[in-house]
Nanobody
């Protein structure tokens, strides 16, 4: 069974940092491009960052470029998102999933940026 399990969220002050993790199961992790997505209160879910299967190419939405870093460990079936210089607009529930056709959404992890 395909599963995506996110963790690492929390409450952080503006300018702070968090690292999110995603553990997956049920598919061949190293064969898939993966993404982080987020959904803020009252808004549609949006794409945040993508990493290709071999981990050599990454892409980011404009608002997080230079602040967020996506990475993966194909040996541990784990996806990460290092988030620095967090802003209140980054407040959202963060999800990991396949990059091409996301499905089997997990519960996500809440990130709240507030003073």
């Amino acid at each position: 069974q395909v599963q995506f399990v996110e963790s690492g969220g929390g409450l952080v002050q503006p300018g702070g940092s968090l690292t999110l993790s995603c553990v997956t199961s049920g598919f061949n992790f190293s064969n898939y491009g993966l993404s982080w997505y987020r959904q803020a209160p009252g808004k549609e879910r949006e794409w945040v960052a993508q990493i290709y299967a071999l981990g050599t190419i990454t892409e980011y939405t404009e608002s997080v470029k230079g602040r967020f870093t996506i990475s993966r460990d194909n040996a541990k079936n784990t996806l990460s998102l290092q988030m620095n210089n967090l802003k209140p607009d980054d407040t959202a529930v963060y999800f990991c999933n396949w990059a091409a056709i996301p499905n089997y959404w997990g519960q996500g992890t809440q990130v709240t940026v507030s003073s």
